[in-house]
């Protein structure tokens, strides 16, 4: 119990502290930090939604960037027709309404047909399995000349919606946070419903799943499924927070970082990854910026942080500030 | 009919015959024991039997049906429990969780994604029941590592309890249990005797004799012998084989 306190404290505190900056940052002429905590909200809802297969589920995905990819070239694709033509009608749309869902879907559908061959596979091969996936996806969008192959693919127009403005940074700021608000509270229902034990139950013990009566690969599946549609909604905040979309964004380092996001934060509580994302984005822009020549070898220092934490603060930083020296 | 019929069974493992021609029967309500020494085949056979391994050649007939080829979680549903030799639980989570997921498993699809599991009124308080009947109750919030080898092992029989399986298979309970523990667990499944029929395997013969209504006696993989605890004890092959040597 002195544990979930524990958790319910960081998660107030990192909340409050995302909801209360950003306007004082518009206040403050700070457009840069605005810019970065857009970033961030984003970032942490991939990794909120990595954590419930990885965290929970134990399933070692290192291919979720591909998912954010989708999801932003759902909304860059339609965005491109609307304005040069092309395709058929019904994608030639700024709609929110077409792009987010398409995101959304495009995600499940990769999630689902690629998981469906990832999950019949364990450890080392399950991992270089999703990597293989996600690189495809990455070739397959170079290979189209017409979304701009590897140059990528400027979006002209942002998605339009009628509560929210995607060109008001402000706006879309918050539109950002609600959605990481309501993912959260989503994957935390999950993790605590039946659905959530059986994942769980998986991970720690397979085969005693199985003899109890469980088909672990089909509840697998749907966490999988169901984790891809979160990250391909990410993906579409991504697009349009980025206006600039390219398959670079789907490379299996981006992948690598959204694990590492998990890992730093803690990948046994829902607000982990969150943390996870604060630190890495924070940090990440504070040591690149350092002075010459620092500052160009900053990837050294943040390397050996990770390393750090993973090896020495098992279960993340959200155990180590709620670690109580009982442990 | 029995309600499990094994019919020429066969298992290798690269050249070691782990199941050898095994044929053998488990009545309604019967407790049938098997005994034989290390390494004779008897995990592989429950194995075989739950699903998690598979024969090469030879039938499982449960109920009359052949269930040779059909996956694990297939096998629990038509009432097939096992318990495991190495102790097989979910160590992160609590006492009652674990009891918790083996009943969650017999309604149906866990595809219920909105009422938090531990609110579930009804599967809380069996498993509250079911530990209180293994001596646990008073465990049951505690997380499954925090607890001792003895307390494992009465976990694993509260949780094959659970499945209210007609067919309960039961690896060696007793392994690594000292004499006060393996005493309670001969209460406990004399308890359980009579209402599940009980495939058991146990070293422990003071247990195998005082609970089994038959015993095998399996030696690399072949049934030597079959008969009443009285029968057993009398056969002068399995006392050259087996029992001589204790
Ligand atoms: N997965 C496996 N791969 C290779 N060999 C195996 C495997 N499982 C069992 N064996 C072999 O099959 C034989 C039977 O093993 P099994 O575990 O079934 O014996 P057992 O009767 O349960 O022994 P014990 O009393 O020690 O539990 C042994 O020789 C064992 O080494
Ligand atoms: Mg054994």
Do not use: K, N, V
């Given at each position: 119990m002195t544990m979930l306190r524990g958790r319910g404290w960081i998660t107030a505190i990192i909340m409050i502290l995302l909801a209360v900056l950003p306007p004082i940052f518009v206040a403050t002429g700070n457009a840069f930090w605005l810019d970065l905590a857009t970033r961030l909200v984003i970032l942490a809802i991939a990794a909120v939604s990595l954590n419930l297969i990885l965290g929970y589920g134990g399933l070692v995905s290192f291919g979720h960037a591909a998912l954010l990819g989708i999801g932003a070239y759902a909304v860059g694709i339609p965005a491109h027709h609307w304005l040069y033509g092309g395709g058929p009608?019904?994608?030639q749309t700024t709609s929110g309404w077409l792009q987010f869902p398409l995101a959304i879907l495009a995600a499940a559908l990769f999630a689902l047909v690629t998981g469906a061959i990832c999950l019949r596979t364990r450890g080392v091969y399950f991992i270089m399995i999703t990597m293989a996936f996600a690189q495809m996806m990455y070739y397959l969008i170079v290979s189209i000349e017409e979304y701009g192959g590897d140059d990528g693919l400027v979006i002209d127009q942002r998605s339009e919606l009628p509560f929210v403005d995607f060109s008001d940074p402000l706006q879309q700021y918050f539109f950002c946070f609600v959605s990481l608000v309501i993912v959260l509270l989503l994957v935390r229902m999950i993790v605590n419903s039946r659905f959530g034990m059986v994942l769980q139950g998986a991970k720690g013990n397979e085969e005693r799943m199985r003899t109890l009566g469980y088909n672990v690969y089909a509840y697998r599946l749907t966490a999988y499924v169901i984790s891809g549609a979160m990250c391909g909604f990410a993906g579409a905040l991504l697009g349009n927070f980025t206006t600039f979309i390219s398959p670079e964004m789907m490379d299996w380092q981006r992948s690598g970082e959204l694990m590492f996001m998990v890992i730093l934060g803690g990948a046994s509580t829902t607000v982990g990854p969150v943390l996870g994302a604060v630190v890495f984005i924070v940090l990440e822009h504070l040591l690149s910026s350092l002075p010459e020549p620092l500052g160009v070898y900053w990837h050294l220092p943040f390397g050996l942080l990770l390393i750090i934490v993973v090896l020495f603060v098992r279960g993340g930083l959200t155990t180590l500030l709620t670690r109580r020296g009982d442990r | 009919m029995a309600l499990l019929e094994i019919r020429n069974l066969n298992k290798s493992y690269g050249g070691i015959k782990a199941t050898d021609d095994l044929s053998l029967t488990v009545e309604p309500g019967e407790l049938h024991a098997i005994i034989g020494p290390n390494g004779a085949g008897k995990t592989t056979l429950i194995s075989q039997l739950s699903g998690l391994a598979r024969p090469d050649t030879g039938s499982i007939l449960y109920k009359g049906r052949?269930?040779?080829?059909?996956?694990a979680h297939r096998r629990a549903h038509l009432g097939i429990a096992r318990s495991f030799q190495i102790t097989s639980l979910?160590?992160?989570?609590?006492v009652a969780d674990n009891v918790a997921l083996a009943l969650q498993a017999r309604e149906g699809h866990s595809f219920r994604f909105i009422r938090p599991a531990r609110k579930v009124r009804h599967l809380r308080d069996r498993a509250l029941e079911l530990l209180a009947q293994v001596g646990l109750e008073d465990k049951a919030?505690?997380?499954?590592?925090?607890?001792s080898h003895g307390e494992h092992r009465h976990m694993e029989i509260a949780i094959a309890l659970a499945a209210e399986a007609e067919l309960m298979l039961l690896d060696e309970p007793m392994a690594g249990l000292g004499t006060e523990e393996s005493g309670q667990m001969v209460e406990l499944l004399r308890g359980i005797k009579g209402r599940h029929a009980i495939l058991l395997i146990e070293h422990d013969m003071d247990a195998v004799f005082a609970l089994a209504d038959r015993i095998s006696v399996l030696v690399y993989g072949h049934i030597i012998a079959t008969g009443s605890p009285d029968e057993i004890r009398g056969n002068e092959a399995v006392q050259h084989a087996y029992l001589g040597e204790e």
């Open positions: 009608e019904w994608l | 052949d269930i040779s080829s059909g996956a979910i160590m992160e989570m609590t919030d505690r997380p499954t590592h925090a607890l």
